[in-house]
């Protein structure tokens, strides 16, 4: 019996333990992303990359996020990658994101981005058409930019491929 009650009470304690870690990952991640959003308001994306990188690990690890709060974190990591220059990890990190959510439009909006800056017209080309696909995808309040006035894509702005693109878009 006394193994029985033993087993019991580690079965209630490794309950109690895993609720527990929920709350502290859920407000490590919040913290983490007060942090890092502290960083990123003021333009230090060099700054915001670690504990927005580190609160993407923990939302791998277990959710916690609302789905705003998710695209929020992918999108300004994923930003402040490719601000900073490492376009590579910038285009992770949207790959990533459309991984769990292949229709949200600013996912392919930010990954054209990365694109232009590696200058991959193509592969700009066509994540500008599925963020466009996807507009009605956004987060109440929030919009698809125009890519001619992104600064990201200033340098195809002369292109006839992209002028068409644009036009194809904005239909």
Request: with cysteine; hydrophobic share 40%; glycine share 4%.
């Amino acid at each position: 019996m006394k193994t029985k009650t033993r087993v019991v009470t580690l079965v209630v304690l490794f309950l109690i333990s895993v609720s527990c870690w929920s709350v502290l990952a859920q407000s490590t991640v919040m913290d983490l992303m007060k942090e890092g959003s502290t960083f990123y308001i003021r333009n230090d994306f060099k700054q915001a990359i670690g504990p927005y990188s580190r609160a993407l690990e923990l939302e791998k690890k277990q959710s916690t996020l609302s789905k705003t709060l998710w695209y929020v974190l992918i999108d300004n990591l994923g930003i402040a990658y490719g601000v900073t220059g490492d376009l590579k990890k910038s285009k992770e990190t949207f790959e990533y994101g459309l991984s769990k959510d292949s229709k949200y439009p600013l996912f392919y909006y930010n990954l054209a981005c990365a694109y232009a800056e590696m200058n991959d017209l193509d592969q700009a080309i066509s994540n500008l058409k599925h963020a466009f696909e996807y507009k009605a995808n956004v987060i109440p309040g929030e919009m698809v930019p125009d890519p001619a006035t992104d600064d990201a894509f200033q340098r195809f702005m002369k292109n006839d491929r992209f002028l068409a693109a644009l036009k194809e878009i904005r239909k």
